[in-house]
């Protein structure tokens, strides 16, 4: 595939090392820091401008593997092997632990939720996801998946709807009584991801049936993407849009990355353009924020930025690091990355001219 010439490029600013695998990444509303958890039960936030680090919690043994900062920038939440969540309140820099919610026999790998419109946390263990207010610091509802355990979790963009997938349905429970029967659509296998389109019109799963599954906002019968060569692992939703007004919707399934986008024949649907670059499997996907720009980390080293989600725009190789996770500072400045054995690194947007690769 050509590679082209990016407009901007992203040069490696800073690195440093936790004391494991890193096992997820969430940066601070205001780009200032990340946030980063490892397997060894850590979670340490790490300043983009000086490097300093600070310990926000010490390594517990067990990991430590899901964490999300609230949309307001105000909360900071992580769960783990332990089975329990903490919650830090987010102030000028300074994180201070405000709650422990504890399941001692529950492992919480499941993604940690924010509402995207309320500062409401949702959390799974096991076949239950809880809903906890930080304005009341309560728990405000207990739902029950029943069917299996959670694997997944994600808001409607208006905050109203919680989707949770797990074997054979997603179902969606309404916030403004969670005690009514959600509704329920069948998937026919285990979902590992789910999420809904930044502008709501879609519902996306990736499935064990090595498919991904869509649905039209309101719709019972879904597209069906088939043909991965194994489980589809990860989805990422671009917050911008095609030409023909609908996102981009990128998914792994081993060592594959694959964009689709709306066809312009809508009977058709959506069409699939392949990524094949990796060449070990893909740990995690995201689009830059407002853009087009995709971004793919695999355990083979190579961090690549696709053009409009299907050209090679950049590649940053680190043949010694195995990627484990990504994410995107909010404006889109910036991108750390995680690897297997502890590595933390954070690249800033720069321009060509300035030497950086």
Not at 36 to 62: I, R
Request: charged share 20%; net charge negative; hydrophobic share 40%.
């Amino acid at each position: 595939m050509p590679k082209t010439q990016p407009k901007s490029s992203f040069g490696l600013l800073r690195r440093t090392t936790l004391s494991d695998y890193v096992t997820a990444i969430a940066w601070s509303l205001d780009g200032t820091y990340v946030v980063a958890a490892s397997a060894a039960g850590e979670v340490v936030q790490y300043s983009v401008k000086t490097g300093e680090s600070t310990v926000l919690l010490e390594n517990q043994g067990g990991s430590v593997d899901t964490l999300a900062i609230s949309a307001d920038g105000q909360f900071l939440a992580a769960g783990g092997q332990a089975g329990t969540v903490w919650i830090w309140q987010l102030e000028d820099q300074t994180a201070t632990l405000i709650e422990t919610l504890e399941h001692s026999r529950a492992w919480i790998d499941c993604p940690l939720r924010w509402n995207p419109q309320h500062p409401e946390l949702a959390f799974a263990y096991g076949r239950y996801v809880e809903v906890w207010d930080a304005a009341e610091r309560s728990v405000v509802t207990t739902l029950n998946f029943e069917a299996s355990s959670v694997l997944d979790m994600a808001w409607h963009p208006q905050g109203d709807r919680l989707s949770v997938s797990g074997s054979q349905a997603i179902k969606t429970w309404r916030r403004e009584d969670w005690d009514d029967d959600p509704t329920e659509l069948e998937t026919g296998s285990a979902s590992d991801a789910i999420a809904w389109s930044f502008d709501g019109n879609y519902l996306a799963a990736g499935n064990h049936a090595r498919s991904v599954l869509m649905w039209s906002d309101g719709d019972s019968d879904p597209w069906r993407m088939q043909g991965f060569p194994g489980k589809v692992r990860q989805l990422a939703w671009s917050m911008s849009t095609t030409f023909l007004g609908s996102p981009m919707l990128a998914s792994t399934s081993s060592q594959s990355v694959a964009v689709w986008v709306q066809a312009d024949d809508l009977s058709t649907g959506w069409e699939a353009k392949p990524l094949d670059i990796h060449k070990r499997t893909v740990t995690a996907i995201a689009f830059q924020p407002q853009t087009l720009l995709l971004a793919s980390a695999a355990e083979d080293g190579l961090l690549c930025l696709w053009d409009k989600g299907v050209r090679l725009a950049q590649t940053l190789k680190n043949p010694s690091i195995e990627f484990s996770c990504l994410a995107w500072s909010p404006s889109g400045g910036a991108i750390a990355a995680g690897g297997s054995q502890g590595e933390l690194l954070v690249w800033t947007k720069t321009t060509p001219a300035k030497g950086f690769g």
